[in-house]
């Protein structure tokens, strides 16, 4: 039994390392190709990708993990029956069932990982990945370029004819919506930064000219600062994996999120039954459709737990469930229990 046991998850180890591998490999330079995007709106350096990417490993990981186990639990079964030995198996007297016995642990134990990896990392990640994406955008607000026109720092129109490292030299600002009144800033200095996420631009040794209809107001300063505020960032705080999801009570979106995570990581464990039954064939007069069988499946499962984790949210865990597991019985039924 144990050296049983060993040869079916060799076979379920080697197929799945197999297809794990080219699954992982296309889902990355997916994954790269939407962060190359980026770079339309922001500078990345060689750095800034890789730390992208490795934010995105953990959503990589679990949309990966769970497919590849189920492939390959499908190939695996599949591989079984075509060299006939299923029917060795069977004459010995174990039946599918307890084939699956076998398996069931580690299978469980390989569910319950992804889990843990989807329900602590991700959300971490995720705000990772949205926090710098954000700063980057802030960022990109920066890069005002000398002797150039058309340039904006927030409401105002800006150029400079010298900068290096933040210091600028014959800063010129105008704003003509500035209580419905045009504003020219002109200074010989002037420093950029950025004060907590905000932008700062402190100007120095210049004047200001307020045009009015009926005069023009000239203001001469030593300093003078515009703040410029960006846009606000609207990502939700991250304190710990705890505290995130136990507002899933309230948040729909992140209860859907946790139903979804959930479901997905345990795909493999509760398609045991299931994956057999559509696995298994005669190969004397039966065509091997496990490859097909399976990809209809997960496409059927994503299908039914997207559609239902954002109908009803965690309510979705315990119907998927007993949805999937009506549907194996009945697979079982036609195509196993009269068989073996």
Same mark, same amino acid.
């Given at each position: 039994?144990?050296k049983?046991?060993?040869?079916?998850?060799?076979?379920?180890?080697?197929?799945?390392?197999?297809? !794990?591998?080219?699954?992982?490999a296309?889902?990355?330079?997916? *994954?790269?190709?939407?962060?190359?995007?980026?770079?339309?709106?922001i500078?990345?350096?060689?750095?800034? $990708? #890789?730390?992208?990417?490795?934010?995105?490993?953990?959503?990589?990981?679990?949309?990966?993990?769970?497919?590849?186990?189920?492939?390959?639990?499908?190939?695996?079964?599949? =591989? &079984?029956?075509?060299?006939?030995?299923l029917?060795?198996?069977?004459s010995?007297?174990?039946? %599918?069932?307890?084939? $699956?016995?076998?398996?069931?642990?580690?299978?469980? #134990?390989?569910? $319950?990982?992804?889990? @843990?990896?989807?329900?602590?990392?991700? %959300?971490?990640?995720?705000?990772?990945? +949205? &926090?710098?994406?954000? +700063?980057?955008?802030?960022? +990109?607000?920066?890069?005002?370029?000398?002797?150039?026109?058309? *340039?904006?720092?927030? =409401?105002?129109?800006?150029?400079?004819?010298?900068? /290096?490292?933040?210091?600028?030299?014959?800063? /010129?600002?105008?704003?003509?919506?500035?209580?419905?009144?045009?504003?020219?800033?002109?200074?010989?200095?002037?420093?950029?930064?950025?004060?907590?996420?905000?932008?700062?631009?402190?100007?120095?040794?210049? /004047?200001?000219?307020?045009?009015?209809?009926? *005069?023009?107001?000239?203001?001469?300063?030593?300093t003078?600062?515009?703040?410029?505020?960006?846009?606000?960032?609207?990502?939700? %705080?991250?304190?710990?994996?705890f505290?995130?999801?136990t507002?899933?009570?309230?948040?729909?979106k992140?209860?859907?999120?946790?139903? !979804?995570? @959930?479901?997905?990581?345990?795909?493999?464990?509760?398609?045991?039954?299931?994956?057999?039954?559509?696995?298994?064939?005669?190969?004397?007069?039966?065509?091997?459709?496990?490859?097909?069988?399976? &990809?209809?499946?997960?496409?059927?499962?994503?299908?039914?737990?997207?559609?239902?984790?954002?109908? @009803? *949210?965690?309510? +979705?865990? #315990?119907?998927?469930?007993?949805?999937?597991?009506?549907?194996?019985?009945?697979?079982? /039924?036609?195509? $196993?229990?009269?068989?073996?």
């Open positions: 039994m144990k049983l046991e060993q040869h079916i998850l060799s076979l379920i180890s080697s197929s799945f390392f197999t297809i !794990f591998a080219t699954l992982f296309i889902t990355s330079i997916i *994954q790269l190709v939407k962060i190359a995007a980026y770079t339309s709106i500078k990345v350096n060689f750095i800034e $990708l #890789l730390l992208f990417y490795t934010y995105a490993l953990p959503n990589i990981l679990f949309y990966t993990l769970s497919v590849s186990m189920f492939v390959a639990l499908a190939l695996s079964f599949a =591989k &079984l029956s075509r060299d006939y030995e029917i060795v198996i069977a010995f007297g174990l039946n %599918p069932l307890k084939i $699956l016995r076998l398996v069931s642990g580690i299978v469980f #134990l390989f569910s $319950l990982s992804v889990c @843990i990896l989807s329900i602590a990392l991700i %959300p971490k990640t995720n705000y990772l990945n +949205a &926090l710098m994406l954000d +700063a980057k955008k802030k960022e +990109a607000n920066f890069n005002v370029s000398a002797n150039e026109f058309g *340039q904006k720092f927030g =409401k105002w129109m800006i150029f400079i004819e010298n900068e /290096k490292n933040g210091h600028m030299s014959n800063v /010129k600002l105008f704003n003509n919506d500035l209580n419905k009144r045009d504003v020219f800033v002109n200074a010989n200095n002037a420093d950029l930064a950025n004060i907590n996420g905000n932008l700062n631009l402190t100007m120095h040794d210049g /004047k200001a000219y307020i045009f009015k209809p009926e *005069q023009i107001d000239q203001i001469t300063f030593a003078m600062s515009f703040n410029d505020s960006l846009e606000d960032s609207s990502i939700a %705080p991250f304190h710990n994996v505290d995130y999801w507002k899933a009570a309230n948040d729909n992140r209860a859907k999120d946790l139903a !979804f995570y @959930i479901l997905i990581s345990f795909l493999p464990f509760i398609s045991l039954l299931i994956i057999l039954s559509a696995s298994v064939f005669n190969p004397r007069y039966q065509n091997n459709y496990s490859m097909f069988y399976s &990809l209809f499946l997960v496409v059927l499962f994503y299908s039914i737990t997207y559609y239902l984790t954002n109908k @009803i *949210q965690l309510s +979705a865990i #315990l119907i998927v469930i007993g949805i999937w597991i009506v549907l194996s019985l009945i697979v079982y /039924k036609v195509r $196993l229990r009269n068989v073996y």
